[in-house]
């Protein structure tokens, strides 16, 4: 538990407070809270990103410097 935290504090650590962007399923709610907890907010949703499933995706950003 935990290894998903770790591995994105570790990206944006390696982004030196750059605005990150990312997808997620818009079903994946484990996922969308620890983003959100890290300061990504949803900006938009992508219709059928993932294939062959047609499921959508949140696109979601952390903005700079946070």
């Known amino acids: 538990r935990g290894i998903g935290r770790a591995l994105l504090r570790a990206i944006l650590d390696h982004a030196e407070g750059a605005t990150v962007f990312l997808e997620v399923r818009t079903d994946n709610d484990s ?36």
């Open 31 to 66: 996922a969308i809270r620890l983003y959100r907890s890290e300061g990504f907010d949803v900006i938009g949703i992508r219709r059928g990103y993932y294939r062959p499933s047609g499921a959508d995706a949140f696109t979601m950003r952390r903005q700079a410097h946070q």
